[in-house]
């Protein structure tokens, strides 16, 4: 055990031992505070890994306890570095008593055999319950994140140990190689960069030439990473009786984590990663504005990150409150691929949280693509128009007339559409559709559908192959119904066939179409589709509705 807890073979930690952590409360100053050891709970982290359990000494922190931001504070006993504060135990606390996560474990995060990092890990849920041992929170750095976007990932974030939310810092942070760490030295995770800005903070433990330890604990149990690292300004460490943070300002890029383990977070000094590229135009009111941020690179942390930080980027330039539509349009770019091109519309009417909501349909459109079984796709980068207009706009398609219900193949099919907004008169459209000599003798059925239903009626035509490579995903998410659109259909009910592909092939029996599936991934399709059309909407579309009409012969 004496090897867990120092660099010497014949250092051991015993009950009222005394010793000194190191961490800054304010600006860049490393300062010393004391603590007194307790015991040490055997095999807390795992098997053969203890906690030494201390009770911090002195005026800082016996007012603050257990801070938000401490962990990865180095701590010694004598000369001897043991380990890093790394957890805390029950939220209203009486005495400031913290856990240290020995520096032998640590150190093995950075002799771990190389790995690609394929940015893939499970994120356990943290129950802050009372009495149970958790990691010491994670003080998060929100810059340029309105109010209601932070209440609605609040619960996404504390559920990662992440909070709680410290507004404040500044803009673009620049890469730098200059910059220096020490044991002690507030270091941060760098989420998002930009015109927004979301950092994680810690303190660091070690710094051995270009290796740097720190955290004491997991940043997310990512296992390999791949996320900025940058210094950090301790603005102030508010106290709390809940739970004291230390506020501060994420500074320049200084390298990169690679390790997000057990016992640690490990970084190497130098470059930064890359990161993903998002940049942006608003036009309102007659202006055109500008924005662009970065997202640090993971399966699970990127699409929300994304989300979260459109949204910001969205309504932090706009005073709107919850009036009004936004029409948006975005490119997913993924190196020489073709582009995934994304349409939405939304209207205050519809969803109050306009901003939010189309900032998940690019999160949403973009985490099938960037959580792929292929892995994460490389030089992926997102542009974004939008447009927003005050005046709200919700129209609801409420129902269809067909001027004739039996027609014959000579004929034309004409129909009259009512569309209701929510706010001014209903209006009409009308629909019509010239009879093919193959809809004879067939019950047909005229659907008129907003993007929501189109996609579930497909679920009657037969499902798609399984995808064989990226380029297969990326098709698929091609070929997502725009919203702002009204789609109007005519079907063959009851026409059971064959579904190959995009090919739709009608009159097929069920036992051919098992036949097919052995080598061309056929699927049953229940219905057919024999005409289809797609009209542009001013503004927000819901609802659905079809009516029935028969083909009979020629006279």
């Keep these: 055990m004496a090897a867990l807890w120092a660099t010497t073979p014949d250092a051991e930690v015993v009950i009222g031992q005394k010793g000194h952590c190191l961490t800054v409360f304010q600006g860049h100053t490393v300062e010393p505070f004391d603590f007194v050891v307790r015991g040490v709970m055997q095999d807390f982290l795992g098997p053969g890994l203890p906690v030494v359990v201390v009770r ?27 380990g890093a504060l790394g957890y805390s135990f029950a939220m209203f606390a009486k005495e400031p008593i913290a856990g240290i996560t020995p520096i032998g474990p640590m150190r093995a995060v950075h002799e771990l055999p190389e790995e690609k990092r394929n940015w893939r890990g499970a994120i356990a849920s943290r129950d802050n319950a009372f009495g149970s041992a958790q990691p010491i929170a994670t003080p998060l750095t929100l810059v340029g994140v309105p109010g209601f976007v932070q209440e609605a990932f609040a619960p996404w974030f504390e ?13 673009t942070s620049p890469s730098s190689t200059k910059e220096t760490l020490v044991p002690g030295d507030a270091v941060a995770v760098k989420l998002i960069d930009g015109d927004v800005n979301v950092a994680a903070t810690g303190t660091v433990t070690t710094v051995d030439g270009n290796r740097v330890l720190a955290f004491g604990h997991p940043f997310q149990s990512l296992g390999a990473a791949s996320l900025p690292m940058c210094k950090a300004t301790i603005v102030n460490t508010m106290a709390s009786a809940a739970r004291s943070f230390k506020m501060s300002n994420p500074g320049a890029i200084v390298g990169e984590f690679v390790q997000d383990r057990l016992t640690a977070i490990a970084g190497i000094l130098g470059s930064p990663p890359p990161m993903l590229e998002v940049q942006g135009t608003m036009h309102v009111k007659g202006e055109l504005r500008k924005f662009r941020f970065s997202v640090a690179r993971d399966p699970e942390l990127t699409p929300q990150l994304l989300a979260m930080g459109l949204a910001s980027v969205m309504s932090g330039q706009l005073e709107m409150g919850s009036r009004g539509r936004v029409i948006m349009d975005a490119q997913l770019l993924f190196g020489s691929h073709a582009p995934v091109a994304i349409h939405t519309v939304h209207s205050a009417e519809g969803d109050g949280r306009l901003f939010l909501a189309s900032a998940m349909d690019v ?30 706009l919700l129209e609801e398609i409420t129902s269809v007339h067909v001027a004739k219900s039996h027609l014959r193949v000579n004929e034309r099919l004409q129909a009259e559409v009512t569309l209701r907004a929510d706010q001014g008169p209903s209006r009409l459209f009308k629909i019509d559709v010239p009879i093919a000599p193959s809809w004879k003798n067939k019950k047909l059925s005229l659907q008129v559908m907003d993007a929501k239903a189109v996609a579930a009626k497909d679920k009657d035509l037969g499902t798609s192959p399984e995808p064989q490579n990226f380029e297969d995903i990326l098709e698929k998410a091609r070929h997502v119904y725009p919203t702002g659109k009204i789609y109007v259909r ?19 029996p069920p036992t051919a179409v098992v036949a097919l599936g052995t080598g061309l991934g056929a699927s049953v399709m229940k219905q057919q589709i024999l005409w289809s059309d797609i009209i542009d909407a001013p503004g927000a579309v819901v609802g659905k509705t079809e009516t029935h009409f028969w083909v009979a012969r020629a006279r």
């Design 56 to 82: 911090l000494l002195g005026e800082k922190p016996e007012f603050t306890g257990v801070v938000a931001g401490m962990s990865g504070s180095p701590c010694f006993i004598g000369d001897r570095l043991i």
């Design 159 to 171: 559920a990662r140990g992440l909070g709680p939310m410290a507004a404040g810092g500044s803009g």
């Design 363 to 392: 999160s949403s459109r973009f985490t099938p693509l960037w959580q792929s079984q292929f892995g994460v796709p490389p030089q992926a980068k997102i542009t974004v128009d939008i447009t927003v207009d005050v005046t709200p």
């Design 490 to 508: 005519v079907v063959a009910e009851d026409a059971p066939g064959a579904r190959v592909g995009d090919l739709q092939l009608g009159g097929v």
